[in-house]
């Protein structure tokens, strides 16, 4: 499956930059991250193809880790307690894009059901830009899988927009 991101990068690119709404020098700098990701351990991806070969989302996590820039950022803002809880044995969700044109169709709550299903760890954590829950599809997607919140209102450096980070238990119910 690293393989079959990092062959199909430029698609994966315009997804991600579509359903982010990022500028085109950001989604630049996105392209090494993800090829680096591919390679993480626990690496795991899903896609969603049209008919004709086309993509329209995909999703990707690994073992998060320390020295892991995103996992160090969430740890040091994390207590102890929930350190050890959500940390300890965590697959980290760091992508799950559906152009926008594609989403209301489940795609997205089809690519994040295959991908922690085929998650290891004992947690699952992942972050989204603050929204009103009850309007934005990401939201609702995660709160119906069961998603809790970690940290509200939560800054990455390099990025002006508030996230959450939130988490949930594994493995998903069958």
């Known amino acids: 499956m690293p393989?079959?991101?990092t062959r199909r990068l430029d698609d994966v690119v315009a997804v991600y930059g579509e359903a982010m709404g990022y500028r085109a020098e950001l989604l630049e700098a996105r392209r090494g991250y993800i090829a680096t990701h591919a390679r993480r351990p626990g690496f795991r991806a899903v896609a969603t193809l049209t008919r004709d070969g086309h993509l329209v989302g995909f999703g990707y996590g690994y073992t998060s880790a320390t020295g892991q820039w995103w996992h160090d950022q969430v740890r040091g803002a994390l207590t102890e307690e929930a350190r050890k809880t959500w940390l300890?044995?965590?697959?980290?969700?760091?992508?799950?894009?559906?152009?926008?044109?594609?989403?209301g169709h489940g795609v997205g709550a089809r690519q994040l059901r295959t991908l922690l299903r085929m998650a290891t760890g004992a947690t699952t954590l992942l972050s989204t830009p603050e929204a009103d829950e009850s309007e934005s599809r990401a939201w609702r997607l995660y709160r119906r899988f069961d998603f809790v919140d970690v940290l509200r209102d939560f800054r990455f450096p390099g990025d002006e927009r508030a996230?959450?980070?939130?988490?949930?238990?594994?493995?998903l119910p069958t």
């Open 3 to 5: 393989d079959d991101l």
């Open 88 to 103: 300890t044995d965590c697959f980290e969700v760091v992508e799950l894009h559906v152009r926008p044109a594609a989403q």
């Open 163 to 171: 996230f959450a980070v939130l988490g949930r238990q594994l493995p």
